[in-house]
């Protein structure tokens, strides 16, 4: 069995899986809420980031093969819009206008060390997010496209029949 990680190793996953979730959510739209921050306690992190439940940091809650660290989150924020003029329809999050909402997003983070330079695989639950902002989520059977081309033509003859 692989040696475990240390907490400072742990420590430091959870610092670049930070960095990594701020960039990221940031780039999107989402703001860390400040109020959050203000009230942050050493258990949650420094900030609006902390460790999702129902892991509170302890040893044993992130006791993992020293390769892998895995780090569940939450990001406390607002939905303020973009600032990524590089990305087509910057502000906008699936298409939503910025709601000024305060939202929970909660997450895992993989930080794979095995190659050397740390590799993140994150994990976002984007439906619990949509559904803060006031978004229903809902599913529908996939169609295949030709499927979906016929449903258009009936579609179409029934307003044409109409």
């Known amino acids: ?74 990001f406390v924020c607002n939905h303020v819009g973009g600032v990524d003029e590089a990305i087509e329809d910057a502000g906008l999050f699936h298409g939503m206008f910025p709601t000024g909402r305060e939202v929970t997003i909660r997450g895992v983070t993989f930080v794979d060390r095995s190659s050397g330079e740390p590799q993140f695989y994150r994990y976002v639950d984007w439906a619990d997010a949509l559904t803060q902002l006031g978004c229903t989520v809902s599913q529908r059977v996939l169609l295949g496209e030709e499927a979906y081309v016929e449903g258009l033509h009936t579609l179409h003859d029934q307003e044409t029949q109409s």
């Open 1 to 74: 069995m692989a040696d475990k990680a240390s907490k400072e190793e742990r420590d430091a996953a959870f610092r670049l899986v930070e960095d990594d979730v701020r960039q990221g959510i940031s780039a999107i739209g989402f703001a860390p809420n400040e109020a959050a921050q203000e009230s942050a306690d050493a258990d949650r992190g420094t900030s609006a980031f902390g460790w999702g439940p129902p892991f509170d940091g302890s040893e044993s809650a992130r006791d993992e093969p020293r390769d892998v660290t895995v780090v569940p989150w939450t």
